[in-house]
Every structure is written in structure tokens, then in C-alpha cells.
């Protein structure tokens, strides 16, 4: 895949990939900075067009952003002047597509509840903690029902404490969506402890250069990360990024 730049440069940015992601599955992508992943992400959500190849949800071509798509990226990126409830119902408010307003509502107070924030509703995002924003920017990106969502680092500015609690956080909202999660990280401990399935890619212009099974029973647990079998993973994957 090949994405042009502003001033008309033609990056290649992906190269010789096909990549296959089941219904339902929860995978990562590791890589070295810059070796496409966000830009792997982009395209399926719509927001880079390739200059080549192409990108399919549910067998229909990705022709730009749709709601079937949510999105969680490492900032937030909230309305400051927004309630948490108005930001969490944002995208179903936008484009063309009329929407009740008491669905919307019913909706965001399901989510509010999935994600633990039932009584803050009415706050705005200067009264959050790093962990409270984001848990609001998944809770958004879950309004619209979508079948994907593509995570972009998005714990990657928090706390280790806080970053495991919202592992476990994403995992049960993840079993109670069914959406079939794509995960970009550098953290290799990460990627193990959420994901199906890992994919390792190489440095630009990235191809995929390991796509590994994970195993490890679920639901996992603080023990799941003490398990030889988490120890070899890891080992395994650090390899491949490495070699």
C-alpha cells in the first residue's frame, strides 16, 4: 500500500501484504516506529486512501470513514466544552444519517455503565484522569455499534498500573461488543496479554514478517502474565522484531 503526502510524495508505506482478520478476533500488530502500522490502521478506517491494493470489511471495499468503524487513538482528543455524555454521543450526531436522540441517549448510558463511569456522565474531561479520558474515547467509539474498532496506542501515555487495569477494561468490554478489535503497540507484554493473535511487521516500507497464535487461556488474569507460556511468547516476538 502507498500513501501520497501533502506535497505530492508518493510513500510507500506497506508493501506485498494480505492480511486476513476473522470475525470477532482480537489482534495486534508490533512493529518498529514507522514501519507502517498507523498507516496499515488508517487505511482500513477509511481516513488514507492507497494508491495501490485494496482494504475490505465484511467483503465491501473501504471507500472512507463509516460507521462500522470505531476508532481509539493514544490521545483522546475530547471536547473540553463537551460532557462526557455529549462527547461519547458525538459520532452518532454527525453525518447524514437521522438519528433519535433517545436512542442515543439509551445507548450512551449503556456504555457509560461498560466502562465504569456511570456517575460522571455530566463531567467534562479537564475533571477526568488520564484513565477516565480514555476509557471515555472507547465508550465513543463504541456509539455507533461498529463490527471494527482500531486501537492505536491507546494506553501508550498511561501509567504501568494503570495501563494493566485498562487491559482488563478493554478485554470485557471486548468479549461484551463481539467487534473484532485491531490493536497497533510497541509493547510486546501488551500484545500478548490482550490479543488472539499477534502480527510482526518489518520496517518501511512494512510487510508482515511473523503472524503468531496466541493460546493463553481465557478470560485472563494477573496470573496469565506469570505463565511459561506468556514467558515464551514474549521471547518469540522479540525475535521477530529484532531479526
Known sequence: MEFQTRDRH??????T?????????FISVLGPSGCGKSTLLRMIAGLTAPTSGSVEIGGEAVAGPSRKVGIAFQTPSLL???TVTEN????ARMGR???DKRDVERRVEELLTIVNLTALGGKYPSELSGGMRQRVAIARSLITDPAVILMDEPFGALDAITREHMHDELLAIWRQSGATVLFITHDIAEAVYLSDRIVVMSPRP???VADVANEL???RGTATRSLPEFTRLTSELRVHINH
Not at 501484504?17 to 478476533?25: E, F, N, R, V
Not at 461519547?88 to 459520532?91: E, F, R, T, Y
Request: charged letters at 25%; hydrophobic letters at 35%; proline letters at 13%.
Open 10 to 15: 508518493t510513500i510507500r508505506a506497506v508493501d
Open 17 to 25: 501484504t494480505s492480511l486476513t482478520i476473522p470475525s470477532g478476533q
Open 80 to 82: 473540553e466544552w463537551y
Open 88 to 91: 461519547i454521543a458525538l459520532p
Open 97 to 99: 444519517r437521522r438519528v
Open 206 to 208: 512494512g510487510r508482515i
Open 217 to 219: 487461556p481465557r478470560p
